[in-house]
């Protein structure tokens, strides 16, 4: 099936807004098994979109469009949608209720203009959106159904999985079941995985599991899209196509599905009965920003000590600290976890080179997990700029921590590293 994506706005085209929602729409899409052919990108211009929707109505099959549902002037989907079908707008006695009863319940007053979003192509199929204002709807152009989006993130992200995903796939004829398996890793390239990966798909040889991979540094995300008939049948490819996956990509995987690297953190300190002190140099905080804030943390985290300047660490800690090396971290970490009362403590200790921040700039990270017995430690140098320093240190440190909660070696060689 041939599925196209038609983005709306000025901002979007002039680049005054990012195009995050193609990319999600994309990758969602691919998810279960679809994929987009081409997307065009329109300015709010009448005749450039309706020219537009002509011409994806003759090409495609599907088209999903986003944007231009709001209640201004210059939103025109609604309008050009009906252009294009020869059809009349009308309005939806329906959805202008769902929006007065949303204004009503915010206790707000509705604005005449947001009548407006009411105003439907005749031969509309409402798409809900119980989110917003914005009424999507779904109508055929040329030979193509039409999708129409608000431009909105989070309505966009509500209506697409559940209004026109499962529309899609049954235009399709994809197989009723379709299940997406996640494996979050960090450490190795996205070139290892897929070397290490090579032939898994095999072990189930009707062709219906698909490998793919999503790096977003300094984590990888591999994705095992898997069809069948039901969830059984489903369930039944995927187990041996996953514990290969697992058997091979070993310590290296932090997380699975929908879990989090922090999160597999906060639960294994939680299930421990622990509770964490951080300290960390040049991060800007950010280990701490990855797990206080979570469900639970309250009762896990007790508290974070962020400097820039290494001497900053011994005036807090009442201890000399002159340098960033496995030796000084191990002593933080030792004096935060007595300092704090907590259990453990983790302290992200970073060298910076001088000069240029070019991609053969880079720091030395050495970081220490103090428990109430012990303290491992591992010295690690990353090359390519201070943000990629800055990154791989924050996640470096949090799978050190996971490592070390779960008894496996906090060292270990991983891609980023050199020597």
């Not at 095999?202 to 490998?211: A, F, I, N, T």
């Not at 999503?214 to 049948?233: C, F, N, S, W």
């Not at 103090?370 to 990353?382: E, M, N, T």
């Amino acid at each position: 099936m041939r599925i196209e994506v038609i983005c709306t706005g000025d901002e979007v085209l002039t680049g005054k807004i990012i195009n995050t929602n193609f990319s999600y729409i994309s990758q969602k899409l691919e998810d279960v098994g679809l994929a987009v052919s081409r997307e065009t990108t329109v300015g709010d211009d009448r005749d450039e979109l309706l020219r537009a929707f002509r011409l994806a109505g003759e090409r495609a099959d599907a088209v999903i469009v986003n944007g231009g549902l709001g209640p201004t002037v210059d939103d025109l989907s609604q309008e050009i949608a009906a252009r294009a079908a020869d059809v009349d707008l009308v309005l939806s006695e329906d959805w202008l209720q769902r929006m007065e009863q949303f204004f009503l319940r915010r206790s707000r007053v509705m604005s005449p203009n947001n009548r407006k979003q009411a105003m439907l192509p005749a031969t509309a199929e409402i798409l809900d959106n119980p989110i917003g204002t914005a009424c999507g709807f779904a109508l055929d152009i040329g030979r193509a159904r039409f999708f129409f989006t608000p431009g909105v993130p989070r309505e966009l992200r509500r209506m697409l999985e559940e209004q026109i995903i499962p529309r899609l796939l049954e235009k399709s004829g994809a197989p009723s079941a379709i299940y997406l398996k996640r494996f979050h890793s960090y450490g190795l390239g996205e070139s290892h995985v897929d070397a290490l990966l090579t032939g898994v798909e095999e072990l189930v040889p009707d062709g219906s599991v698909k490998l793919g991979f999503r790096t977003h540094y300094p984590q990888i995300e591999t994705k095992l899209t898997v069809r069948g008939a039901d969830m059984a049948e489903v369930d039944e490819k995927l187990a041996p196509v996953v514990a290969e996956v697992r058997k091979r990509l070993g310590n290296f995987i932090m997380a699975e599905d929908g879990d989090t690297l922090e999160g597999v953190v906060l639960k294994a300190l939680e299930r421990q009965g622990g509770s964490l002190a951080l300290v960390e140099s040049f991060t800007s905080g950010q280990i701490a920003a990855r797990i206080a804030h979570l469900p639970g943390a309250e009762a896990v985290f007790r508290r974070g000590l962020v400097v820039r300047d290494l001497g900053e660490i011994g005036a807090a800690l009442g201890l000399p600290v002159e340098e960033a090396s496995r030796e000084t971290a191990e002593a933080v970490a030792a004096a935060a976890r007595r300092a704090s009362g907590a259990t453990h403590a983790l302290a992200v200790l970073i060298d910076l080179d001088d000069g240029p921040d070019r991609i053969d700039f880079g720091g030395t990270i050495c970081l220490a997990i103090a428990g109430a017995d012990d303290v491992a430690s591992r010295r690690s140098r990353i090359l390519g700029g201070r943000e990629w320093v800055r990154l791989g240190a924050v996640e470096l440190g949090l799978d050190c921590l996971r490592r070390y909660l779960h008894g496996l070696p906090v060292t270990e060689r991983i891609d980023f590293e050199r020597v």
